[in-house]
C-alpha cells in the first residue's frame, strides 16, 4: 500500500523541548519485566529516574515567567532507548522568543563551546565540572569521550553546512555524564546531554557511540530548526532526523562512503551477551537485534507496516521510535543510489528541508517527503540525479507525494477513499 498525498525561516528555538533520550520507552519496559532480578531491578531505576524528572519538567513549566504563552509539555520524551525497551520523560527548556537568523559564517573562524560535568552518579544536574573547552583530558574516560563526541557533531555541522553549533549562532555544549546509577539512558532536555553508564549487563556507557552523542544533539538541531511535535508521524520524523544526523556525523567522521558505511545506531552499546548488532538499522530496519531479554527490533522499513499505537508515552507516543524506520529506509536507499559522501548530497537534501523549508510542526510522512523532492528540485535541479534518487527512495518505502508538491504550496486534500494501512498513522 502506497501513502499519497523555500522561504528561509530559521527560528531559535520554536517552542518547549522534550527530553530527547536513546533508548525508547519499549526496551525499558521489557528490561523491567526480565525474568533476571539483576536486569529488572536497574533498568526499574531507570524508569523511576525518569518519572522524577518527568514531574521535575512539568513543574518547571508550570512556573514559566508571567505574560508568557507557552505551549503544553510535549507527550514524551525521546530517549535514545525506548521506555517500552525504558520508559520516558520530557523537560521543557527556557525558550527565548522570536526569530534568529544564523550568521554567514563564510571567511570567520568559530569553534565549540564544550563544558563536561561530572553528575558523580546523581541526578541533579549538571554536576562537577571536569572539563571545559580546550582544556586537556579529564581523568575519566566518559569525560573525554563526551567532549570529543560534541566536537565531532560540532564540526560536522560546521565543516559540512556552514552552522555553528545547534542554533547556527554558537549555542554553548554542555553535558554531564556518571548521571544516576547503572542508568542506562542517553538525553538531550532541551538544554544539554545527559549521559547514563548503563546497566553493565545489557548496555555499555552512553559515550561509548558517536553516532549515539550526534543522534541526540540533533534533537536539539530539530528543536532549534523544526521542532517536529514529538508523536505520530512527526514524531517519528524526529527522530528520523535524529538517526539520519547520528549516521552521518560517524560517517564524517570515519571518512565512510554510503557503501563502506554500516547504516547502524548504536553499534557497540550492547554487551556480548545482547543478540544483537545495534539499537536500529537505516539498512534493514526491523534486524538490528533478536533476544531472548529485548525481543525483536520491531521497526517496519514500508508505509503497509506503520504500527498504529495509543498517542502517549507507554506506547512511545505513536510509535516514534519505531515507525522511523520508514523515513530511516528512504533516506539509506536515496544515499545508496547515489553513493559517496552522504553527507554532501542526499544529507545536504535533508539539511535544507530542516533550515529553509516552511514545514509545520505537526507534519507528516507524505508533506516531509513532498518537502525534500522540493528541495532536490531547488538545489540539483528537477530529474537530476539526486531528485530521482529521493523520488525512488520514498516509493520504494509506499510514501508517494503528489510530484509537483512543494513545502511553498498548499498540501491538496485526500480524495474520498485515500489508502491508509491498518496501521496508519491517527
Known sequence: MTRSTNNIARPACRGPASQHGILPPYLLSRLAQSPDADVAARARETLRVERTLRVRRELRGSRSPRGRVEAPPAPGG???IPDALLHRTDPAPQVKDGPRVA????GTTASPRRRVY?????????GVLRRAEGSPPAPQESVNEAYDGLGLTW???FECYGRDSLDGLGLPLPASVHFGRDYANAFWDGEQMVFGDGDGRIFRSFT??????????????????RAFVYVGESGALNEHLSDVLGVLTAQFAAGQSADEASWLIGAGLFTPAV?????????????AYEDPVLGKDPQPSHWRDYVRMPHDEEHDNGGVHINSGIPNHAF?????????????????VWYDVMTRSTLPKDTDF?????????AARDRYGERSAVHEAIVQAWQSVGIAPAPRMHPAYPRPAEPPGWPHSPGGAG
Open 78 to 80: 525521546a530517549g535514545i
Open 366 to 374: 507524505v508533506g516531509f517527503a513532498a518537502a525534500t523532492l522540493g
Open 155 to 157: 564540526r560536522f555541522l
Open 118 to 126: 561530572d553528575a558523580e552518579h546523581r541526578t541533579e544536574l549538571p
Open 332 to 348: 539509506y536507499l536515496a544515499a545508496r543510489q547515489i553513493g559517496g559522501r552522504a553527507w554532501e548530497t542526499i544529507g545536504q
Open 103 to 106: 550568521p554567514d559564517l563564510a
Open 208 to 225: 561509548d557511540c558517536l553516532d549515539v552523542i550526534a543522534h541526540e544533539l540533533a534533537h536539539g538541531f530539530t528543536q532549534y530548526t
Open 275 to 287: 543478540h544483537g548488532v545495534a539499537l536500529r538499522s537505516l539498512k534493514a530496519p526491523g534486524t
